[in-house]
Every structure is written in structure tokens, then in C-alpha cells.
């Protein structure tokens, strides 16, 4: 097997914002890994740092961002095939700005009308990327515009080069938003929660498009999500985060059907399923911590029915499941007593697998 080349790589990764009412401690030691062509997912519950961390590594946090530590390692390709691996943190934005964002990592953020200009028609703001980063001749910007329009899904797209955001329904618009996150050829595109504000058949649409373009083009794809419905679609490895750590970390499979940490379980069985005999869905008791204080210990424990005397007296390490599998909780100590997943999920992960045809 030819080695995988990888193209980000996060080590001890550890930010706070500076706030009016304290210090927030928002990424706690976030550690990532992505390879060409591979498509990674950073599943958890609004606030539990997946959006800062991808900031991060575009280089565009918040002017009261504080970065305590770690490193960010983006390898890419110049046009004469050399490599170049480059520290995003120690970069400043004008350089980040020039060489990283919409040339070598593109975002496509979750709300199409917040990141397309109103006053601008689509087709300028998709060529506006070509013509700053390389200088591309307005009629090429153009004729490639339009090709990039035809390319996420848009007929009439000479006509449509025309429109402003206002004038497209919110499938169209975000295929736009696609478009020009694709139009400098990117290295990596992080999808930021791309379907939230779609309905169901839109949203597949967007995933099977995003997943099209990916293989036609062989770039690499970072999905940040709530949603595991979505995940278990897209991603080849999941990282699934927590009060700004990664929990839990896998290949898809191990994740669905082999998780290991109970805020996973609790994930995995509020996933809307229409087999369960349940009449309830299932939620995860409590609500997420607040990062202004921080607690001792493993932060998911006050939610935790499973947890131990040890939780709130330390944070429990990365525990190996297997070399690609790994999960932060106390309950993989071999000192812990035996704790199975809840019997209903049990069932559930085998139905899942059925479906999935692993049975």
C-alpha cells in the first residue's frame, strides 16, 4: 500500500478567549491528524471547541484568542511539486491570508447568507478568489466561474452569474458558497456544519456533491458537525469532542460500532432512528460545561451516569482500544469495574449493523 501523505497535523493543541467575564479555557490539548484524500469528521454539541480549532488551523481566531500552546503543521504543494510544511501559528494573517485561505484551505460555513455578500452578484464573488490569489485574467475568472457553477449542480449558470444571494433558494445558494470555497482548487475544505439550515433531500444532495467533487479532485475534507447521520456518510475517521478535548477518536466503524465512551453512547442514541420501540428520543441528561470554570477532572462526568469516583478527581487519558481506536474515559482502565453499553443502544448498533449489511 502506497504511504498515505499527510497534510495537517494538530499536536497539544490549547487556546482560551480573553472575555469580559474571565478567561475561557476553550481547546484543551487537541490532538488531529489528516491524510490526503481522506475525509475526517469533528462530531460534538455546540460549544465544545470544533469550530475554534479548525479556526485555528486556517489561522483566522478571534482577536482575544489566546493560544497557550501546541502546533499546527500544514504540508502542501507548490505548482512545481515541491513540498512545503509551514507552522500555521507562528504565521502572521497577511502571510495566512495570501498562501492559506481560499488558495490551500477553504471553509464552507454553515449559513450561506452570512458568508456571501449581499451587494455582490455569485459571480463575482466566486472569481474574486481566482483574481486575487493568481492573478487570473478576468474573462478566464469568468469562463471558470461558470464551470465551477455547472460543477456544484446549477443550470442556467451563465444566467446565474448574474444573481445576487437574495434571488436563490437556500440549496442554491449554498452550492455557491461550494463553488467559490472550490474555486482556488484548495488542498483541504472544512465544511462547517454545510447542511444544518437544509432540508433533508437538499442536504443529501450537498453531501453527495461535497463527496463528488472530493474524489474527482482528491482533496482532503474536514466535516464539523453535530449531526452523527451526517458523519456516518462522509468520514473515513471520527473525532468526537468534548468540553474542548477529543473523547473519543476512530474509523467510522469503530465509532458506530464499537464506541467506547458514554458521551459517544449518549450521541449515538439520540440519533433519530425509526425502527426503536422507544416513544422518547433519547437525550444526554445535564447541559455541556461552562469553560469559564473549569472543573477537576473528566468535565463529562456531571452528565455521566457511568461515572467513577476517580472522574472528579482526574482527567482520564487517551486509553488504546486498537492501533486506529482510542477514548478518554476511566471506564478502559483495567482497574474499572466492567461497565456495557446500555443495553438499547446494544440493540440499535445491531440493527445499524444489519442495515449496514456487517451482519
Not at 501559528?89 to 484551505?105: A, E, P, Q, S, V
Not at 450561506?112 to 455582490?120: A, E, W
Request: with cysteine; proline share 5%.
Amino acid at each position: 500500500m502506497a504511504e498515505r501523505e499527510k497534510i495537517l497535523e494538530i499536536r497539544g493543541l490549547d487556546i482560551s478567549f480573553k472575555t469580559t467575564a474571565g478567561y475561557v479555557h476553550a481547546i484543551r490539548g487537541i490532538d488531529l491528524d489528516l491524510y490526503k484524500g481522506e475525509t475526517v469528521a469533528i462530531v460534538g454539541e455546540s460549544g465544545s471547541g470544533k469550530s475554534v480549532t479548525m479556526k485555528a488551523a486556517m489561522g483566522i481566531l478571534a482577536k482575544n484568542a489566546i493560544v497557550n500552546g501546541g502546533s499546527i503543521q500544514f504540508t502542501y504543494r507548490h505548482d512545481d511539486d515541491t513540498k512545503e510544511t509551514v507552522e500555521i501559528l507562528k504565521k502572521d494573517k497577511k502571510w495566512i491570508r495570501t498562501h492559506i485561505n481560499g488558495k490551500r484551505i477553504a471553509m464552507v460555513f454553515q449559513d450561506p447568507m452570512t458568508s456571501l455578500d449581499p451587494t455582490m452578484t455569485i459571480g463575482k464573488q466566486i472569481m474574486e478568489g481566482m483574481i486575487w490569489h493568481f492573478r487570473t485574467p478576468k474573462e478566464e475568472a469568468r469562463s471558470k466561474a461558470v464551470e465551477l457553477l455547472k460543477e456544484v449542480g446549477i443550470t442556467d449558470a451563465e444566467d446565474r452569474m448574474k444573481n445576487y444571494p437574495h434571488q436563490l433558494s437556500g440549496g442554491m445558494r449554498q452550492r455557491v458558497v461550494i463553488a467559490i470555497a472550490l474555486a482556488c482548487n484548495p488542498d483541504l475544505l472544512i465544511c462547517d456544519e454545510p447542511t444544518t439550515a437544509l432540508d433533508v433531500t437538499i442536504q443529501a444532495r450537498i453531501l453527495e456533491l461535497i463527496r463528488r467533487i472530493q474524489k474527482e479532485r482528491g482533496i482532503s475534507v474536514i466535516y464539523i458537525t453535530h449531526d452523527l447521520g451526517v458523519v456516518a456518510k462522509v468520514a473515513d475517521y471520527v473525532n468526537v469532542m468534548y468540553a474542548g478535548r477529543i473523547v473519543e477518536k476512530g474509523l467510522i466503524n469503530e465509532i458506530y460500532y464499537d464506541p467506547r465512551h458514554p458521551y459517544t453512547w449518549g450521541l449515538l442514541s439520540a440519533m433519530p432512528d425509526l425502527d426503536t420501540d422507544d416513544e422518547r428520543l433519547y437525550t444526554i441528561p445535564g447541559s455541556p460545561p461552562n469553560l469559564l470554570h473549569e472543573k477537576q477532572g473528566d468535565a463529562f462526568a456531571p452528565r455521566d451516569r457511568f461515572a467513577l469516583v476517580v472522574d472528579d478527581k482526574a482527567e482520564p487519558p487517551m486509553f488504546r482500544v486498537t492501533d486506529t481506536h482510542y477514548a478518554a474515559t476511566w471506564l478502559l482502565d483495567p482497574r474499572a469495574p466492567k461497565v456495557e453499553m446500555p443495553p438499547e443502544l446494544k440493540v440499535r448498533i445491531e440493527r445499524m449493523k444489519k442495515g449496514a449489511g456487517l451482519e
